[in-house]
């Protein structure tokens, strides 16, 4: 790497990415939430759904501010200014690192039980975690949204222990 090299990112895109990833959670949760007969099962999706949209019109107030506050592009962190998390972010990007990026109707083709979709739903809720933790690191620890984005990392912790004591359940 040349010591002029700066790596920037769209805020934009990345709150868009974030926002996608909740859409597509959404709408998988509500998917399975129809699809199963069990009672419990529908409860923690449906709460789910819920949830994903809760965050969704989150991320579009982030995205609202970022764009209030910032020039379109922003100096990211100097931890990830490398050629390695620039190649990261292109994945980010293009749904490689994180496949819940892919449709809700191809990822509820695969399932075929509630015990699939609930392990699925759980990497999923994991994808999350790490692309917020992820977004904190890019936006830096001086930016205005970075409680939100923990709390939201917090949240989606709970989902993950939801989501195991329903398949603990199950079994």
């Known amino acids: 790497m040349t010591g002029d090299r700066i790596m920037k990112i769209n805020a934009d895109e990345l709150m868009e990415l974030a926002i996608q990833i909740e859409k597509n959670g959404k709408e998988y949760f509500a998917a399975m939430a129809e699809r199963s007969e069990n009672p419990k099962v529908k409860q923690i999706f449906n709460f789910l759904v819920r949830e994903e949209q809760s965050h969704l019109e989150i991320f579009l107030k982030v995205r609202d501010r970022l764009a209030e506050t910032r020039t379109n592009e922003f100096q990211i962190a100097d931890e990830y200014n490398t050629p390695e998390m620039d190649a990261y972010v292109q994945a980010m990007s293009d749904g490689r690192v994180f496949p ?5 109707e191809e990822l509820a083709s695969e399932i075929k039980d509630d015990e699939q979709a609930i ?5 999923f809720e994991k994808d999350t975690v790490l692309f917020f933790g992820d977004i904190l690191g890019i936006l830096g620890p ?6 939100l984005i923990e709390e939201l990392i917090r949240q989606e912790k709970i989902h993950i222990a939801k989501l195991y004591t329903l398949l603990s359940s199950l079994k």
């Open 100 to 104: 819940n990026l892919r449709s809700h």
């Open 119 to 123: 392990y699925h739903a759980i990497g």
């Open 142 to 147: 001086k930016d205005e949204n970075r409680e």
